[in-house]
C-alpha cells in the first residue's frame, strides 16, 4: 500500500537561503527532498548536469515544483524554501482527509489576474512585452483564477499530471510565474481543488536575497509603473 508522503523544499543556487523545516516530517511517513542547487535539480530530473546548468533556474525550479509524482507516494507537500508554516501538519491532515487532488493558497492580497500582471511588471518579474501578451487574456477573467502556490499540495492523479504538463508549456512559452496559470488549468480540466486561507495557515517567507541597489531599482520601478498603469 501506498502511504510514504513526498516533500519536496526548493530554491535553486542561492536564490533563496533555505529555512528550517518541521521536526515532524523526519517521520519515516515522509520523504524528503531538499533541492538547493542546480546539481541537487539534476539528480531529482534525472538529467544531466551540464543539460541543467543550461536552463535558466527559474524555469528549473518550476521543472522541479511540477515534476511528475512518483507512483510510491501518496501525495507531495511543496513548499518553497524560503517558506516556514508552523501548523503545516494541520494542513496536510486537512488536504488528506478532503476529496481535494490539489490544494494552494488563495491569493492574499490580489484576486484579478490583471492585478497580478501589474504587480509582477513593476516588481521587474515579467517585461512589458510579456504584461503586453498577457493583458488581453486576463480581460475575460471572472476572478477565480489566481492562487498563491509557495506552498500547494496534490495526490496522485492523471488529471493532474496533464495539468502540469500544460503548465510547463505555458512557463516556458509565455512567463515563468506559475501562479498566472495553475488555477486556469485547473479549472478547465474540472479538477477538485481546495484553496486554503493563509490567515488561518499563515506562512512566514524569508525576503529573497538581493542587494541594495536592486532593491531600490524594484522600488522606483513600482512607483512609476503604478503610476502609468492605474
Do not use: W
Not at 80 to 89: F, H, K, T
Not at 142 to 152: A, I, K
Not at 159 to 186: G, M, P, Y
Not at 203 to 223: A, E, G, S, V
Amino acid at each position: 500500500m501506498i502511504n510514504k508522503l513526498e516533500f519536496l523544499h526548493c530554491s535553486i543556487d542561492g536564490y533563496d537561503k533555505p529555512v528550517k523545516i518541521n521536526d515532524f516530517l523526519k517521520d519515516d511517513t515522509y520523504r524528503v527532498c531538499k533541492i538547493y542547487s542546480t546539481e541537487d535539480a539534476a539528480r531529482y530530473l534525472g538529467i544531466n548536469i551540464d543539460q541543467a546548468k543550461k536552463i535558466d533556474p527559474k524555469l528549473l525550479s518550476r521543472y522541479i515544483k511540477f515534476a511528475p509524482l512518483d507512483k510510491k507516494y501518496l501525495a507531495r507537500i511543496y513548499m518553497d524554501a524560503n517558506i516556514s508554516m508552523e501548523n503545516l501538519n494541520d494542513l496536510i491532515e486537512n488536504f488528506l482527509n478532503s476529496n481535494a487532488l490539489i490544494m494552494m493558497a488563495s491569493h492574499p492580497v490580489r484576486k484579478y489576474l490583471i492585478d497580478e500582471l501589474k504587480a509582477c511588471l513593476s516588481g521587474g518579474k515579467i517585461s512589458f512585452k510579456e504584461y503586453l501578451s498577457l493583458k488581453n487574456t486576463s480581460n475575460s477573467d471572472s476572478g477565480n483564477n489566481l492562487s498563491q502556490n509557495g506552498v500547494y499540495l496534490r495526490k496522485q492523479s492523471d488529471v493532474l499530471e496533464k495539468v502540469f504538463i500544460d503548465l510547463i508549456a505555458l512557463l516556458e512559452n509565455k512567463v515563468c510565474r506559475d501562479q498566472l496559470f495553475l488555477r486556469s488549468l485547473l479549472n478547465d480540466y474540472k479538477v477538485n481543488y481546495k484553496l486554503f486561507d493563509l490567515e488561518h495557515y499563515p506562512i512566514n517567507i524569508i525576503p529573497h536575497r538581493t542587494n541594495f541597489i536592486k532593491r531600490l531599482t524594484k522600488k522606483i520601478r513600482f512607483t512609476i509603473l503604478r503610476y502609468l498603469l492605474n
